[in-house]
């Protein structure tokens, strides 16, 4: 499912009017999620799960290519652990 696929779900699940409506409750939450994260602040949603930011520690690694010996730095990324509701949904 891509981003349109998810936008016409919304639209008729939520009973919205139109897809500029569903378009922008899902861009809505979207962004909330990323400038929540952006602040280093977790997103816990109930049954479904948890964006989180984790920091990566530098680390040395190699360049596949040539074999040589590269130091990679340190970064923040986002992470996602699915919740139990999510993870029962799914199993099969």
Do not use: H
Not at 12 to 41: N, P, R, Y
Not at 69 to 74: P, S, V
């Amino acid at each position: 499912m891509n981003k349109d696929a998810l936008v016409e779900s919304v639209l008729s699940k939520a009973g919205l009017e139109t897809k500029k409506a569903a378009q922008d409750a899902v861009d809505a939450v979207f962004s909330t999620i990323q400038e929540t994260l952006s602040k280093g602040d977790d997103v816990a949603i109930s049954g479904f799960g948890t964006f989180c930011v984790k920091a990566r520690a530098a680390r040395q690694g190699v360049n596949p290519k040539t074999g040589e010996k590269i130091q990679i730095a340190a970064t923040t990324v986002p992470k996602f652990k699915a919740g139990k509701g999510l993870k029962d949904s799914v199993k099969k």
